[in-house]
């Protein structure tokens, strides 16, 4: 069954302000369900109209762009980075995060004993959520944790983190009053001395969309690129020639020609134990991962109709409004992978150039697409009438939604409907082509450019 969502288009001039982030200021290379299933769609949608309207957008030039890029390339983006906007923020700043929430390690700690003490509390009112994740080049790893019965403390299930890791945790409280207040810090945990670790994404056991490349990415340049290779490999039952592509020197992805079929097994060794990668260096891993591949599903997003149809094992089952870069700061063409899902998370400008103009700490459905920071995402913010009818983000392709995140919403819906490694195409934006380094965008690289990237060919 298809479900149409179709979105009101104004008859008079749109006054709303757009300051999203563009998706494409800064390139840095590189879950569930959910219980309803795909047949039931978001409620709530407007009948169509049609007429002409456009909203006042400012824009940065292209060298305060420019600017804004090498300035995340210097400093790095602690926060996660996507579409905001403070100036349509519902509702005044939550007060001081840092004392609301308490989190250990500190905000920037470096060198963290990977059995040193992690945990998240509140002095006042309760802990709704809590998300600690391993970063990684193709995505996320969260740290399995629970919340104690009264609320005000959370703590991993063990005690053990990985090595040369950096972690982020994004929590959310609600005090008395039904105020909620959200806090985002990282931490990066003791990396040893001459030793190559390779992160990954998702962990093992987990099951993945037909679109997962495996991409490790590596704490330090690996010299011996023939000698790191030779000691991954990559499997798929039924069988299908795997190939492996590097991304200079820190980075090593494996994919099929097309993708996966539904209910491929897929084993990864890593065989990186005493491998020498450069003089004195050697690898430390050595393990076996196993990934499931589930249903296929693809979302197409029409940048000029301004709409994502996702097709399931080759079936639409839905059809829903969205808003995508605006016709100055455009959301990428091409293929684009899930790399990570956040159920909610804070998007702060200041991470990406943008200083105070933006700090919305309560995005809802988050999915990450590129490594430089093009998402889909809940937007609470903006008027009914844009999704559906224009594109007014810069980069990221956002679907009405509630702030909390409204489980019948189609950002809601589109977000319990998707997992990782799931395929999302953009069409019809007049941006470029995604770069195949730029999260997964392998896809979007010719079988024979891709193979012709191996060390060992």
């Known amino acids: 069954m298809t479900f149409l969502f179709a979105a009101y288009r104004p008859t008079c001039e749109s006054s709303v302000t757009i300051r999203h982030m563009t998706g494409h200021q800064y390139h840095r290379p590189g879950g569930d369900t959910g219980g309803r299933s795909a047949d039931r769609a978001p409620a709530g949608a407007p009948a169509a109209r049609r007429a002409p309207c456009r909203t006042a957008t400012p824009r940065p030039s292209r060298l305060r762009r420019a600017a804004r890029a090498l300035l995340i390339a210097l400093t790095g983006a602690a926060t996660l980075t996507g579409c905001a906007d ?21 905000d920037g700690a470096r060198g963290v004993r990977a059995n040193g003490r992690l945990e998240v509390r509140v002095p006042e009112g309760r802990l709704e959520r809590v998300e600690v994740n ?109 190939a492996p592509h590097w991304f200079g020197h820190r980075r090593l992805d494996f994919r099929p020609r097309e993708r ?3 209910g491929t097994r897929l084993t990864v060794q890593l065989r990186l134990r005493e491998v020498r990668t450069g003089p004195g260096a050697y690898g430390i891993q050595h393990k076996t991962l196993h990934y499931q591949v589930g249903r296929d599903q693809v979302s197409t997003v029409d940048a000029a109709r301004h709409t994502l149809t996702v097709r399931r094992d080759g079936k639409v089952v839905a059809t829903l409004p969205v808003t995508a870069g605006n016709a100055e700061n455009p959301t990428y063409n091409g293929t684009m992978v899930i790399l990570e899902r956040h159920a909610v998370t804070r998007m702060d400008g200041d991470t990406v150039g943008f200083g105070a103009e933006y700090d919305i700490p309560d995005v809802p459905h988050a999915m990450r697409l590129t490594r430089s920071g093009t998402f889909l995402h809940g937007n609470y913010w ?21 702030r909390g995140g409204g489980p019948d919403t189609p950002a809601g819906w589109l977000y319990r409907n998707s997992i990782v490694g799931d395929t999302v195409e953009v069409r019809n934006s007049p941006d470029r082509t995604v770069a195949p380094d730029n999260g997964l965008g392998g896809w979007n690289m010719p079988w024979a450019a891709w193979r012709a990237g191996s060390a060992l060919h």
């Not at 609320?151 to 005690?159: E, F, K, L, N």
């Not at 490790?216 to 290779?229: I, Y």
């Not at 844009?386 to 983000?393: A, D, E, I, Q, R």
């Open 86 to 106: 403070r100036d349509l923020f519902l509702g005044g700043a939550p007060p001081a995060p840092e004392e609301a929430i308490r989190i250990l390690p500190g």
């Open 134 to 242: 391993r970063a990684g080049g193709s995505g996320r790893q969260p740290v399995a944790g629970r919340i104690s019965r009264d609320g005000t403390i959370w703590r991993p299930v063990t005690d053990s983190l990985e090595l040369a890791s950096r972690y982020t945790v994004d929590a959310v409280a609600v005090d008395g009053a039904g105020r909620r207040t959200t806090r985002h810090t990282t931490f990066n945990t003791f990396a040893p001395p001459h030793r190559l670790i390779g992160f990954y994404s998702p962990e093992s056991g987990a099951t993945v969309g037909t679109g997962l490349i495996f991409s490790l990415v590596f704490n330090r340049p690996v010299l011996d690129r023939a000698a790191v290779e030779r000691a991954v490999t990559v499997s798929a039952r039924p069988a299908v020639e795997v």
């Open 260 to 262: 996966w079929r539904p």
């Open 382 to 402: 903006a008027r009914r009438e844009v999704f559906g009818g224009l594109n007014t983000s810069h980069g990221c392709v956002g679907l009405r939604d509630v």
